[in-house]
């Protein structure tokens, strides 16, 4: 049985850094992508980014683009989100994802397995 567990969150100031990690268990990486996504209080699930498989490429929503980065190791089953100066509209439950094909996509259902999520609060 394949799952995604996510590990890194807390609470920070803003202007601080995180990273967050998703381990994948059950059998090595499939091939496809992996996202990232975040849901805060009150408000719908959405994409921050994706990467790759051979982490060559990825793609990043507007609001996270040039503060966070997505990396992978994929002799450690393990996708990054690397995130810096961090605001408090950040503030969130963050879950990554793996997607469903090889392309890059923002769309929540493109994608098959999920974590549980790791809590990330900025304060201001």
């Known amino acids: 049985q394949v799952q995604l567990v996510e590990s890194g969150g807390g609470l920070v100031q803003a202007g601080g850094s995180l990273r967050l990690s998703c381990v994948v268990s059950?059998?090595?990486?499939?091939?496809?992508?992996m996202g990232w996504f975040r849901q805060a209080p009150g408000k719908e699930r959405e994409f921050v980014g994706v990467i790759t498989w051979s982490g060559s490429r990825t793609n990043y929503a507007d609001s996270v683009k040039g503060r966070f980065t997505i990396s992978r190791d994929n002799a450690k089953n393990t996708v990054y989100l690397h995130m810096n100066s961090l605001k408090p509209e950040d503030t969130a439950v963050y879950y990554c994802?793996?997607?469903?094909?090889?392309?890059?996509?923002?769309?929540?259902?493109?994608?098959?397995?999920w974590g549980q999520g790791t809590q990330v609060t900025v304060s201001s």
């Open positions: 059950g059998r090595t990486f499939s091939g496809y992508p």
């Open positions: 994802a793996e997607g469903l094909s090889v392309a890059l996509v923002r769309n929540q259902g493109e994608y098959r397995y």
